[in-house]
């Protein structure tokens, strides 16, 4: 992988750990959560080994009642590059676990596994004090495993061990004066889930089963016992309340229609350059927005998540060879109002959310009674916007940041101003 991976909702800046089979990234969620996350490399994803680590890490990393306070936060084990990720908080250990499904894998690569510790241990993770068990074997962060009940003196009868045949034939080894490494919890489960087999699944089917009839039975005797018992009249209460006020119901965000596109006209904008009429542009409407977009060249839509009052959405342009997304770079925030009242007093509110996480300046300049903006001059330059619109009888507030690199100005100020005259 030659950039950070692209998964909704979340955006990775720092590699931690890369290997041929796994990358290690942390970033943060759109709400500003940090987080750090194992994604496979191609290679990794064909591989069924290191698949299969991934998955085993993952479930161990959501079920491990030892892991409640650093849950696995998400996982896709069926994407084309298989990833998990966990909420990085200091002095836990939820982050620093997501490099076991890695041991064993990288062969004697000690040395990204060591840059990995470093990084991670940052952020609160303990490098093991005790020299790793074993041949080969790469020490771990996750939870020791708790000693294994001591065996039975008493031999049992049973199939001899194969023998090493890297071994030469000779006398018998004297036993070793050091005790065994302890298994892991890993090993520990695989020897159970062997032993136990598929009665599990039976025994775990007929306690549902009965528990479901007596519970149905209960209930049914319950609401039987209930049904026939006559209600009481109530009293008349001494002072009548006055009705509760009607609440309003806001449409759901995937019921959003997005209107038709206005083309180019060469007519003046918010601030600076407009697209020359009959510029050919890409249309967007896919972005699931009240509004199309048009875009200078080729673009790539992102999903960032939404929350229940916001939506946010990413534009970049796509070179089409895999390459890292480039400028200009569109941010939008999404929040529904009851009219423009309501989106001049959620105005606010709604500024100090989306520019928190897109880590813009608040549009500060009122440009009239329902938009404002804010400059950036500096590198990158930037444009902010917050304007209240309506849509198919919906009222909604937006915010827009759009950047660009040196030289990148005049697109900037196209796609802002394209913006203002598609929610005018």
């Given at each position: ?10 955006e ?13 990234w ?13 994604v ?10 290191v ?16 892991q ?19 909420q990085l908080?200091?002095g ?13 894998i ?29 041949n080969?074997a ?9 000693p ?23 006398p018998?080894p ?16 695989r ?17 549902v089963?009965?528990v479901?009839?007596?519970t149905?039975s ?19 209460p001494?002072v ?7 609440t309003?119901?806001?449409?759901a ?6 209107a038709?596109?206005?083309?180019p006209?060469g007519?003046?904008?918010?601030f ?10 890409q249309v ?12 200078p ?5 992102s ?47 709604f ?5 928190k996480?897109?880590?813009?300046p608040?549009p ?8 404002w ?12 916007m ?9 009222w ?18 196209n ?7 598609q929610?005018?």
């Open positions: 992988m030659n950039s950070a991976p692209e998964i909704s909702g979340y990775f800046d720092q590699r931690l750990l890369r290997h041929p089979l796994a990358e290690l942390r970033g943060r969620s759109f709400t500003g959560m940090d987080v750090v996350a194992l496979l490399s191609d290679a990794g994803a064909k591989d069924a080994v698949r299969d680590r991934l998955v085993s890490a993952g479930r161990d990393a959501a079920l491990d009642p030892e409640h306070e650093t849950p696995l936060w998400a996982a896709n084990f069926s994407a084309t590059r298989p990833y998990a990720i966990t908080i200091p836990e250990s939820g982050a620093e676990r997501l490099i076991d499904p890695l041991d064993g990288l062969g004697n690569d000690e040395e990204s596994l060591q840059a990995v510790r470093a990084q991670l241990s940052r952020y609160g993770a303990q490098p093991p004090t005790q020299p790793p068990s074993g080969g790469i020490p771990s962060y996750a939870p020791k495993a708790r294994a009940p001591e065996a039975d003196p008493t031999p049992q009868a049973g199939p001899a061990p194969e023998a090493d045949p890297t071994l030469q034939a000779g018998a004297q036993a070793a004066p050091a005790a065994p490494a302890q298994p892991s919890k890993i090993d520990i489960a020897q159970y889930r062997r032993k136990i087999g598929g009665w599990i699944y039976l025994v775990v089917a007929v306690i089963l009965i479901f009839t007596v149905y209960v209930g049914a005797a319950i609401g039987s016992s209930v049904k026939d018992e006559k209600p009481d009249a109530a009293p008349q001494a009548s309340p006055s009705p509760f006020p009607e309003v119901l806001l449409p965000f995937r019921k959003v229609t997005t038709p596109y206005l083309r006209d007519g003046p904008g918010l600076g350059s407009t697209y020359p009429a009959g510029t050919d542009v967007i409407t896919t972005a699931e927005l009240p509004f199309a977009i048009g875009w060249r080729p673009p790539a839509v999903f960032l998540g939404e929350s229940s009052t916001i939506a946010y959405r990413r534009v970049q342009t796509d070179d089409g060879a895999g390459n890292p997304r480039l400028t200009p770079d569109l941010r939008i925030a999404l929040h529904p109002c009851k009219d423009l009242a309501g989106c001049l007093a959620d105005r606010s509110s500024d100090q959310q989306w520019t996480v897109f880590k813009a608040v500060a300049t009122a440009k009239d009674n329902r938009t903006l804010t400059v950036k001059q500096a590198k990158p330059y930037a444009l902010m917050t304007r209240a619109f309506s849509s198919g009888g919906q909604w507030l937006v915010g827009v940041a759009v950047t660009g690199v040196s030289g990148e100005e005049q697109t900037v100020q796609v802002l101003n394209d913006i203002w005259r929610t005018s």
